[in-house]
């Protein structure tokens, strides 16, 4: 059952040379060393048989993710060079000048502060959803995940272990 617009459908094993026992599952794909059969894959499982299934990563995602990477530590140097450039000028300020430069210093750092705390809370509910992810399917990474990384399919024990970490 073939439909144009839809990612929904059975996943498919696909019987070329370059990606023996490649399934596609809704953006990623995982792939393990047995040789695809043609049609839908066997068993109960939507991936196919074999060993070691892996998830491979999306050229895209990784260089958008690397890039807002990069993108967010020069910010943050340059911040911090400029908190730093303002405070080796207070000595040669004037009284009501270093008033007003310490009061812009403590707005500066405050904010500095904020946006750090809001980076740990937003990467603490990334984890824990994660966590809970890994826990309820028992699979790491969990089905539908996007990874930077060719990363192999744990189950179990393993995957467990993983998001206890999470």
Do not use: H
Not at 1 to 11: D, I
Not at 50 to 57: K, N, R
Not at 68 to 74: D, F, I, M, S
């Amino acid at each position: 059952m073939e439909s144009s617009g839809s990612r929904e459908e059975e996943p498919r094993c696909t019987p070329s040379e370059e990606n023996q026992g490649q399934t596609e599952t809704g953006g990623a794909v995982r792939t393990d060393s047995s040789p695809a059969p043609s049609g839908p894959c066997p068993g109960e499982s939507p991936l196919c048989t074999g060993s070691p299934q892996m998830v491979l990563p999306e050229k895209r995602w990784r260089l958008a993710v690397l890039l807002g990477a990069g993108v967010v530590l020069l910010g943050g140097a340059a911040g911090l060079g400029a908190l730093g450039y303002q405070i080796t000028r207070l000595d040669r300020l004037q009284p009501d000048q270093l008033r007003e430069a310490i009061g812009r210093l403590q707005w500066s750092a405050a904010g500095i502060a904020c946006l750090g705390a809001g980076g740990f809370l937003g990467a603490t509910l990334w984890l824990c959803r994660l966590g809970w992810k890994i826990n309820r399917t028992g699979q790491y990474p969990p089905p539908g995940m996007r990874v930077l990384w060719k990363t192999q399919i744990r189950q179990g024990p393993p995957a467990l272990l993983r998001a206890n970490f999470a």
